[in-house]
């Protein structure tokens, strides 16, 4: 009885949401090339540029830390770099 139900179900599709099948390319052209989708690389902080591989417009980068560990600090000279750039 329970699973009649199941038999005349019909997917409800929506152009926003992919699949895995539909981004596999992109995700293995990342993981071989990933200096093709790297961003905005900083000038000031080379080993940020090796974890953050640049900021990439789209993206959002969140910074969580502790009071006083330097999320500002980091943030404002970031600022400063890519504004000179």
Known sequence: ???SVFENVTPI???LIVTMSQ???DIFRNLTNPQATAGTMCTILPRY???IKGHRRG???V???PTGSGKTSLLS???LD???Q
């Open 1 to 3: 009885m329970v699973f």
């Open 13 to 15: 599709t929506n152009e």
């Open 23 to 25: 981004m596999r390319d």
């Open 49 to 51: 540029n090796t974890i």
């Open 59 to 61: 993206e959002l980068t």
């Open 63 to 65: 910074l969580t830390g």
């Open 77 to 79: 000279a970031l600022s």
């Open 82 to 84: 890519y504004c000179q």
